[in-house]
């Protein structure tokens, strides 16, 4: 009796283990997108303990481009025209790099990710604070990713292509990084 | 399977649970090409440009709901203890660290044996209160109270420990009846590289602890640690040194893994061994003597956690552990395995509808090696607890009016099927103002020691009731937060509670007949009310102060007049002097040039009648040194105000100590 029992718990868990490893992605209409605001969050706040020492006058945009297929939807108006050290946020948006003109900020999406050695190369000697969230793109060059962590959100940073951006990182936003070179 | 009488659940749970991990793995594998879906949206739930980064790597408040929620969102009385405040308090334990929830009950009754509790009944056996490890309830199936001597970590890689007073029984279940504390670690992600903590002192005698944290691949990040302390007994009333000392060692994991885009998996498992000492008045040939025992305790658990994304709105969980532990003392053994299996589905409706689900399964095998005095019969039991539970959450108006209705549904072995229903509202009509409330049923089930325990002593003997039911509560919340400016937070909190059915022993021999028998019943009824008011003042970037004040009123009466024996725990007034009804605690954690740190704490504990104990102020203060950003000394002294003070009876033939004054030093190095 108790083994028949067992018997069926272990089936209706290994069923919901099924269930839950073949779900469809079904809800791709999501409405919202929470783990892309917080990134969003990220974004605005990492750029706050950013020096562009590009020679620009602290009154002038700080201008984000988004190249690729930009998955934060409506979430980027949370810090869009929001100000950094007080400077406006600008946000452009183009499907690759060719596009973009004046930078401080670069989100390289997820789409972009063939391309992407192709465009930190292009990029290298630009003082332009490159961000992606695809696993490997610091170490590939880029200077912050996004990785999702268990349940939450990290940052890598890769110190030695900040430097040859010529992009000063307070010690505060290293303390909570993880420093991949 | 062939007719064999010795079934042994635990080796078919154990099989069972290695098939559903290597489930676990290959089936994720198939997911891994699945890319995240675009979102498109205009309200916010939260303001990610007020928050710092810490509080953006922190999004992931999962106690309430068991899904992700700011602590401002949520209508209940939460408080979440940070690593920085667990650093900063000196607190060289969990139980101390918990003191500074504003409205617990935290008592030393020994070095090594604490009375735990919120909103009333606090005793040795705290019986409603669910305590978590990373989503693993450590409660103890034997008597549903903790051992609090058995729980512990590297306090280093705790993130938080977020403590909900109040029940949260409709998503928890059974045992969340006056709280919640659910310990939660860091992710493996954030303790990278190493550490390695030493120091000593007076009770602290010696401790050491090492973690190493590193990566595994692109998205996989592990840590390993061990820790050992060595704590000396405290003292007699006299302040004279007693033998209640005890050491414990401890190794662990843990791994996080993000297997795609969609699919993460954590694994953790920890093991320990440990002895606690105890005094103990032993009477031969009439003269009562005191002698030392020793308690052996050791353990195990490992647990695994998958969750799945399938969209921002949509994801699941599913949990497995197992938890063993093992206690041995002198009139008690006992062998605990406790295989748990949970699921859920948070699932974002419409706009303004969230509804969370799961189902839970609980096996636990427990075996009593039983003794003259106290004996299990069975002494060898299995028990299954099914669980399900609904949770729906709805913003019924645009200026941000919320309400949650949700139920847990559950069935155990001893008081069969339990329904357990919340209605929840919360309103914000300021983004720096909430106010909520609550109505909610909870239930505590019973434990093994109300059914099956005997007892037995010349003159007394104890024994359990297979009629024993569920202690049954009824719970009115409502509470008020507030951030007047950037730099003052303020918390209230005043509840209501209705108990019916709790437990009491009473006699089931004649009066006057020896040895006296009680029998556990459910023989007890009554209200608690009070308040718990918490208030955080950023004076400036280096200096914050925070004050807590909690009141508590108790009445538990008998539900009809009880046999006409004295039984001082059913004797109206015994259960509601074992509660402070004031509490008051004041802390200050002040950046002083030179990298040092300076940071104090006061509690006051009003005085409990039915245990003898006066009332006292317990004084800690610690001075720390942060020359770099890892490297981290301190100085802490603990119970400055008297030269020792007592807070709690013993019980059981144990007899309780008083806590001394005392002092430890502490270094830790990240590299």
Redesign the interface.
Same mark, same amino acid.
């Given at each position: 009796m108790i083994v028949t029992i067992k018997r069926i718990i272990t089936t209706i868990f290994l069923f919901l283990a099924a269930v839950q490893a073949l779900w469809p992605a079904s809800a791709a209409c999501a409405p919202e997108s929470p783990e892309y605001l917080i990134k969003a969050g990220f974004i605005y706040k990492i750029a706050r303990f950013v020096e562009w020492r590009d020679g620009q006058s602290p009154s002038q945009d700080l201008i984000l481009w988004i190249i690729g297929e930009d998955p934060f939807g409506d979430n980027i108006r949370a810090i869009e025209g929001q100000t950094v050290n007080g400077r406006r946020l600008v946000v452009h948006r183009a499907a690759g790099l060719e596009a973009v003109k004046k930078c401080h900020i670069l989100f390289i999406c997820p789409s972009e990710m063939e391309r992407m050695e192709g465009y930190l190369r292009s990029l290298q000697g630009s003082t332009v604070l490159t961000i992606g969230d695809t696993p490997g793109f610091a170490r590939m060059g880029g200077i912050i990713n996004l990785l999702k962590v268990g349940g939450s959100i990290r940052f890598e940073v890769n110190v030695e292509a900040a430097g040859r951006a010529g992009l000063a990182l307070s010690s505060e936003l290293l303390k909570l990084a993880i420093i991949v070179k | !399977?062939p007719c064999n009488k010795t079934?042994r =659940?635990f080796r078919?749970?154990l099989s069972?649970f290695i098939?559903?991990i290597l489930? &676990?793995f290959f %089936?994720?594998l =198939?997911?891994m090409a699945?890319?995240?879906? =675009?979102? %498109?949206? $205009?309200?916010? =739930?939260?303001?990610?440009?007020r !928050?710092? @980064?810490?509080e &953006? !790597? $922190?999004?992931?408040i #999962?106690s309430v709901s068991k899904k /992700?929620q700011a602590m401002s969102e949520t209508a209940a009385a939460v408080f979440v203890i940070t690593q920085e405040d667990i650093r900063r308090s000196g607190a060289a334990s969990i139980p101390d660290a918990l003191r500074m929830v504003p409205g617990i009950q935290v008592a030393h009754i020994t070095a090594n044996q604490w009375a735990i509790s919120m909103r009333g009944f606090n005793n040795v056996y705290s019986n409603k209160l669910l305590v978590l490890m990373d989503g693993r309830s450590v409660y103890s199936p034997l008597f549903a109270g903790v051992y609090w001597d058995a729980q512990d970590t590297l306090l280093e890689d705790i993130e938080r420990i977020e403590v909900i007073r109040g029940p949260g029984a409709s998503v928890w279940g059974a045992n969340a009846v006056n709280g919640i504390i659910n310990i939660i670690t860091k992710?493996?992600?954030?303790t990278?590289g190493g550490l390695v903590s030493a120091g000593g002192g007076t009770v602290e005698k010696g401790f050491g602890g090492v973690r190493y944290g590193a990566r595994a691949g692109?998205?996989a990040?592990y840590r390993v640690y061990a820790k050992y302390f060595q704590r000396d007994g405290f003292v007699d009333e006299n302040g004279n040194k007693m033998d209640d000392d005890w050491d414990a060692a401890r190794a662990g994991f843990r791994l996080?893994w993000?297997l795609s885009?969609?699919d993460?998996l #954590?694994a953790q498992g920890d093991a320990y061994t440990g002895s606690s000492w105890q005094n103990i008045f032993s009477s031969r040939g009439g003269v009562r003597a005191l002698s030392k025992e020793e308690i052996d305790l050791s353990g195990g658990d490992f647990l695994v956690c998958? #969750?799945?994304?399938? %969209? /921002?709105? %949509?994801r699941?969980v @599913?949990q497995a552990y197992y938890d063993n532990t093992e206690r041995s003392e002198n009139n008690l053994v006992q062998n605990h395995d406790i295989f748990d299996?949970d699921?859920q589905h948070y699932?974002?409706l419409?706009?303004r509808q969230e509804i969370v689900w799961g189902?839970g399964?609980r096996m636990t095998h427990g075996l009593v090696k039983n003794s003259e005095v106290v004996s299990y019969d069975p002494g060898s039991r299995?028990d299954?607890l099914y669980s399900a539970f609904i949770q729906d959450e709805i913003e019924l108006w645009k200026s941000g009016l919320r309400l949650t209705l949700g139920s847990k549904f559950e069935h155990n072995d001893y008081s069969q099927f339990e329904i357990q229903p919340t209605a929840r509202l919360l309103w914000t009509p300021h983004e720096h103002h909430t106010l909520w409330t609550s109505v909610s049923r909870a239930v505590r089930s019973p434990s093994r020691t109300e059914h099956d325990l005997t007892l037995a002593t010349p003159r007394l003997v104890i024994t359990g009731n297979r009629n024993f039911e569920s202690e049954e509560l009824t719970a009115y919340e409502a509470g008020y937060r507030a951030l007047p400016t950037d730099h003052v937070s303020l918390d209230v909190t005043a509840f209501f509670n209705k108990y019916d059915k709790l437990a009491a022993l009473e006699l089931g021999s004649p009066a006057g007949v020896v040895p006296m028998i009680l029998e556990y019943r459910n023989g007890m009824e009554g209200e608690t009310s009070g308040v718990e008011v918490f208030a955080g003042w950023n004076v400036t970037s280096r200096w914050e102060l925070t004050a807590g004040y909690s009141y508590i009123q108790m009445n538990i009466n008998a539900r009809a007049p009880m046999e006409a024996v004295k039984n001082p725990a059913a004797s109206s007034g015994f259960l509601e002097g074992n509660t402070p009804v004031n509490q008051f605690q004041f802390r200050s954690s002040l950046d002083l040039p030179f990298h040092l740190e300076f940071d104090t704490a006061v509690f006051y504990v009003d005085d409990l009648s039915s245990q003898e104990a006066s009332d006292y102020v317990r004084v800690d203060a610690r001075l720390g040194w942060k020359p770099m950003?890892n490297l981290d000394a301190g100085l802490v002294f603990q119970n400055l105000a008297e030269g020792h003070h007592k807070e709690f009876n013993g019980s059981s033939g144990t007899v309780g100590t008083e806590v001394p004054r005392s002092v430890y030093g502490k270094i830790s190095w990240r590299f």
């Open positions: - | !399977m079934f =659940p078919t749970g069972g098939v559903l489930f &676990l %089936s994720c =198939p997911g699945l890319a995240e879906s =675009p979102g %498109s949206a $205009a309200a916010f =739930p939260l303001d990610v440009t !928050m710092n @980064l810490q &953006l !790597m $922190a999004v992931k #999962t /992700p992710n493996a992600g954030d990278q692109d998205t990040f996080d993000g885009g969609i993460s #954590t998958w #969750t799945r994304e399938f %969209s /921002p709105a %949509s699941t @599913l299996l699921f699932y974002r419409t706009e189902l399964y299995t299954h950003e």
